[in-house]
């Protein structure tokens, strides 16, 4: 399966808020997320892999932040 790279804003308010996406994102790594980073200060949250752009979204929501706004970068 080819593999993507989304970009989430995020609304992150403190690094309990950016540790609950890594959290998630790092479970996710068993279902094909390759690589992410979670930005705390710029609120951004980079995800490549292989699972679809509603899967990721869904996954990070699961954490009750707030997403802003997410695209396909690649």
Partial sequence: MAEHTYKFDVKMTCS???GAVTRVLEKA???????FKVDLE???VLVKGSLPYEDVLARIKKTGKEVRSGITVE
């Fill in 16 to 18: 309990g808020c950016s």
């Fill in 29 to 35: 790594k068993a279902d094909g997320v390759s690589e």
């Fill in 42 to 44: 710029t609120q951004e």
